[in-house]
Nanobody, 125 residues
Framework: QVQLVESGGGLVQAGGSLRLSCAAS????????MGWFRQAPGKEREFVAT????????DGANSVKGRFTISRDNAKNTVNLQMSSLKPEDTAIYYC??????????????????WGQGIQVTVSS
């Protein structure tokens, strides 16, 4: 069982930056790949970024490439999402997720076993 708790959300002006963090419980954090997803009002939850178990490989949605950076610290059981050049369309609830499958595509929601409760990010124009 893994529990995930997000922090760092809030209100920011367009062009600004925010850093989201996700703290994971348990002693097997490095056995999970991690992801960030987001869900805007009236829209489906969408993939934002993912990072491999070791942190050596990352992938991000085209909409955030060059602006968002995912990282992890396996010693601290945390995964972070550094968001820069924020746009109003980045406004959403952001979710941290942990997955363990060796066969699933980490861009897909179904690849993840555990989810955080979500945290609001609002970008004003």
């Amino acid at each position: 069982q893994v529990q995930l708790v997000e922090s760092g959300g809030g209100l920011v002006q367009a062009g600004g930056s925010l850093r989201l963090s996700c703290a994971a419980s348990g002693r097997t954090f490095n056995s999970y790949y991690m992801g960030w997803f987001r869900q805007a009002p009236g829209k489906e939850r969408e993939f934002v970024a993912t990072i491999s178990r070791s942190g050596g490989n990352t992938d991000g949605a085209n909409s955030v490439k060059g602006r968002f950076t995912i990282s992890r610290d396996n010693a601290k059981n945390t995964v972070n999402l550094q968001m820069s050049s924020l746009k109003p369309e980045d406004t959403a609830i952001y979710y941290c997720a942990a997955g363990s499958s060796y066969y699933s595509n980490p861009r897909h929601r179904d690849a993840y076993d555990y989810w955080g409760q979500g945290i609001q990010v609002t970008v004003s124009s």
